[in-house]
C-alpha cells in the first residue's frame, strides 16, 4: 500500500499511517454504486485512491444536486467518524476506481488515540466544507456551460487522464439540470472544440480552452482543494491511471 495513493494518507505521519493500514483493505468502486444513503451515518469511511465519487443532496421539488465531489485527494464518509445521525448527504460513485475502506466504528476508535491524526483530518474537512459553499454558490450564479467545463476540470484533476465516462443522466443530475440542457451545454464545449462527446465517452481535447470556458468557480475549489491534490499535469495520459507504486 503506498501512502501516496491518497491526499489525506500522505499527510499522516508515520506512526498513525503504521497503525491506520492494517485495518484497511481496498475495495473496487464499481460506478453508479451508492456508497451511503441520504441521511443516514455511514457505516464504512473510504480514502480514494482512484476514481471519482459525486456528494448529493435531495431538494424538495425532488431534484436531485451535487454538492462536491471526492477523488484521490480525500475521505468519503466523514459523517460516520463525527456523528451517530447523518446529514442530508448521500454518496454515489461517479467514475469507478478504488478505495481504502474501513469500519467507522475503528476509525472512531483509532481517532480517541492517535491525536495527530486530527489534524489531517481537519484540514480536509475544512477544505470538503469549502469546496460545498463554493459548488452551491456556483449552481445558483453560473451557467450550465461554464458549471459542466468546471466540473469536467476537477474529474480531470482527479483521476489525471483525458477521457472521462458519464453519461447524459449522470451529468444533468451532477447539475441538477435537464438531459436538454446537458445536450446543449456539452454541444457548445464541443462546438468549441473543447471536448469530444460521444455515447458517454468525454474527451477533453483543450484545457486551456476549457478552463477559459469554466467561472472563476474552478480554480476556487482547485483551491480549496489545496494540498490534498497534487497538480495536474500539463499532457495527461490516460495511462497515468493505471501506474502502481
Known sequence: ??????????????????????????????????????????????????GLVSLFTNLDSGDVVEVAAVGREGIVGLSGITSKTGIPIWAQVQIFGEAFQISSKIMQD?????????????????????QIALTVACNQFHNTEQRLARWLLLA?????????ILTHDSMGQILGISRGYVSLAAGALQKNGLILYSRGHINILNRKGLEDAACECYQMIRGAVGSFLTPVAESISDSIINQQC
Open 156 to 164: 480531470q484533476d482527479r483521476i489525471s487522464a483525458n477521457s472521462i
Open 1 to 50: 500500500m503506498c501512502p501516496n495513493e491518497n491526499g489525506v494518507l500522505s499527510a499522516l505521519s508515520p506512526s498513525v499511517y503504521e497503525r491506520l493500514m492494517p485495518k484497511m483493505k481496498r475495495v473496487r468502486l464499481e460506478a453508479g454504486s451508492t456508497l451511503y444513503d441520504l441521511g443516514s451515518a455511514s457505516e464504512y469511511t473510504w480514502f480514494i485512491t482512484k
Open 110 to 130: 483509532i481517532l480517541k488515540v492517535e491525536i495527530a491524526f486530527y489534524k489531517p483530518l481537519f484540514e480536509y474537512t475544512h477544505s470538503l466544507s469549502g
